[in-house]
């Protein structure tokens, strides 16, 4: 399984990006789906998942009510749309994949994507 992240960039305080993750390789199983984030001296970590079926969903706290995300498994997309940005939302964000239910821990996930850079100017 191969993850390609985009949209990525540098916007003001306030505006809207939304990145999006393409799967390719072996897609037919069903993956839990997860974006991460990590800035500059810090630990990596989740900033939302969704399960295969996208019923379930969950946000780290701070970023509740201004990040959604979302997937279409016919075209093998998951995106997070980040609305309300801030400087703190500054880091280089990852899509990852693993097999079954989603986790919030980074090393439970099997696959990566390259990562992309947002930044967040106040």
């Known amino acids: 399984v191969q993850l390609q992240a985009s949209g990525g960039g540098l916007v003001q305080a306030g505006d809207s990006l939304r990145l999006s993750c393409e799967v390719s390789?072996?897609?037919?199983?069903?993956?839990?789906m997860g974006w991460f984030r990590q800035a500059p001296g810090k630990e990596r970590e989740v900033v939302a998942t969704?399960?295969?079926?996208?019923?379930?969903?969950y946000y780290r706290d701070s970023v509740k009510g201004r990040f959604t995300i979302s997937r279409d498994n016919a075209k093998n997309m998951v995106f997070l749309q980040m609305n309300s940005l801030t400087s703190e939302d500054t880091a280089v964000y990852y899509c990852?994949?693993?097999?079954?239910?989603?986790?919030?821990?980074?090393?439970?996930?099997?696959?990566w994507g390259r990562g992309t850079q947002v930044t967040v100017s106040s």
């Open positions: 390789g072996r897609t037919s199983d069903d993956y839990g």
């Open positions: 969704i399960e295969y079926r996208g019923d379930v969903t």
């Open positions: 990852a994949a693993r097999s079954g239910y989603t986790s919030r821990q980074p090393v439970d996930y099997h696959f």
